[in-house]
């Protein structure tokens, strides 16, 4: 039999606190009950939440090796907004007949989310100078893991504004949410440049004028 055809743990994994062996047939278990393939585009959008949880983690491990006056203030943001992709995250994976179930700034994003972020992006927008111009990532460690968070999240929000076109329902602030939350990594990836005395690099160098593509 195969392993999808199976019911119950195989015995390999009968005592492991991680493995279930539930998901050997391609499904995947949603918070409040029901199954979905893993391939949906509920997986697909909460799944790429967890990837800039993790992508966030790299980007506080950066910062812990650097002095502790760099930045005292960022590495509880980073977890703070860590925390609150699992709210988002749970939103995510919570099936149309059980939305009544989700409770506000605990497995559904609400406004008080948004308005905190909104006022952390305006402070850290306050403390640095912003380039006129796009910029490469890499000019140190920690600006270039906030950057890959920072694009992981904009995946994010592509894959729940296309959750939301296929009919799935979501709250009026998830995709506001992710919005500014990938706003204001741009902003400390910028941050945590100017703390390092690395300047941004242009993406186009300076006195060089991008040419246009004919039409």
Request: charged content about 25%; cysteine-free.
């Amino acid at each position: 039999m195969s392993p999808a055809g199976r019911r119950g743990r195989r015995e390999a994994i009968a005592d492991s606190a991680v493995a279930t062996g539930a998901g050997d047939d391609g499904t995947t278990g949603l918070l409040y009950g029901g199954r979905v393939g893993k391939d949906s585009s509920a997986v697909e959008a909460y799944g790429t939440v967890d990837e800039t949880v993790a992508a966030l983690g790299v980007a506080r491990a950066e910062l812990g090796m650097l002095a502790p006056e760099v930045l005292p203030d960022l590495s509880a943001l980073l977890m703070r907004i860590q925390r609150e992709l699992f709210v988002m995250g749970a939103e995510l994976a919570t099936g149309a007949d059980a939305v009544d179930r989700l409770q506000d700034g605990v497995t559904r994003v609400d406004e008080a989310m948004v308005l905190a972020v909104e006022a952390d992006l305006a402070a850290w927008e306050a403390r640095v100078t912003m380039p006129r111009e796009f910029v490469l990532p890499g000019a140190d460690r920690l600006s270039a893991a906030l950057e890959m968070a920072r694009v992981t999240a904009r995946r994010a929000e592509r894959r729940v504004v296309a959750l939301g076109h296929a009919g799935h329902p979501l709250g009026p602030w998830v995709v506001p949410w992710v919005n500014r939350v990938a706003d204001l990594l741009w902003v400390l990836a910028r941050a945590a440049e100017a703390a390092q005395g690395a300047a941004a690099v242009p993406a186009v160098p300076r006195g060089i004028r991008p040419r246009t593509a004919a039409l």
